[in-house]
């Protein structure tokens, strides 16, 4: 992810993100596209027998991106990269953000969660996410240690038969926008689903996940996306095996 190209097509433009490019800066006037503010769901209760445990859940903005110029929408072969470089390009130009989502109970006896990510677009516009993952790297530069994180795939996975993206990359849309999210399950909210039977309570009080999520390059021009306020909105959702479920709404 070196930089942003501009390619004209009569008066518009399209954005995309290429690795090893010699880049044109683009500013994007007026775009202003959601980011997710922590708004979460405290204090539900998860039912559990004879004994009730609280179950939390708390959403924090890991990127520094600034969104004053909106995000470029990115191709998802980037993702690799965009994860390793904190979303922006050599220009300062931002294609993602990334969050991390914690889970927490007070609960003596362990049970098991799903997470789904579920994601309500703007007409014309198509989002993605991913799971990704912290490393603690040393900055070639200053030497000094810093966190970049990492999807569980590279791009030239894309290129492999035997590479389904669609296990890794998904576009939160809820097959039933009007059922009930307790009912969200693997096979009906496939591409929702963000973690899957993450063991909390006992001695694991609490958990962490990443997630990444970007504006979908569809290959066509996305001139349109320019000033668009809240691009899309999204709720995270964790849910157990009893059917209880905790949720946090992003706008």
Not at 39 to 42: H, Q, S, V, W, Y
């Given at each position: 992810m070196k930089g942003i190209v501009a390619l004209k097509s009569g008066n518009k433009r399209m954005f995309y993100f290429f690795v090893g490019?010699?880049?044109l800066s683009i500013v994007i006037i007026g775009a202003t596209f959601a980011y997710f503010a922590a708004?979460?769901?405290?204090d539900s209760t998860v039912n559990g027998g004879t004994y009730s445990t609280n179950f939390s859940l708390a959403v924090t903005r890991i990127t520094t991106v600034d969104m004053a110029y909106g995000?470029?929408?990115m191709k998802n072969s980037e993702a690799p990269?965009?994860?390793e470089q904190l979303c922006f390009d050599d220009y300062g130009n931002a294609g993602c953000q990334i969050y991390k989502i914690t889970v927490s109970t007070d609960s003596d006896d362990p049970f098991f969660v799903?997470?789904?990510l579920v994601l309500t677009n703007k007409e014309g516009v198509s989002a993605r996410f991913t799971r990704v993952y912290p490393e603690n790297v040393e900055d070639s530069t200053t030497g000094e240690s810093?966190?970049?994180y990492k999807t569980s795939y590279t791009k030239a996975d894309f290129s492999s038969d035997t590479f389904f993206e669609e296990d890794v990359i998904k576009d939160g849309v809820i097959s039933d926008p009007a059922s009930d999210l307790t009912a969200l399950n693997h096979n009906n909210n496939f591409n929702c689903l963000l973690l899957e039977n993450e063991k909390i309570g006992g001695d694991r009080k609490s958990f962490e996940v990443y997630a990444m999520?970007?504006?979908y390059d569809d290959g066509d021009a996305q001139d349109y996306l320019q000033g668009m306020e809240l691009a899309y909105t999204g709720l995270a959702v964790f849910n157990t095996a009893q059917g209880n479920e905790i949720k946090a709404t992003f706008d």
């Open positions: 490019c010699l880049a708004n979460a769901t405290d995000l470029v929408p990269h965009a994860g799903d997470g789904y810093k966190t970049i999520i970007w504006v």
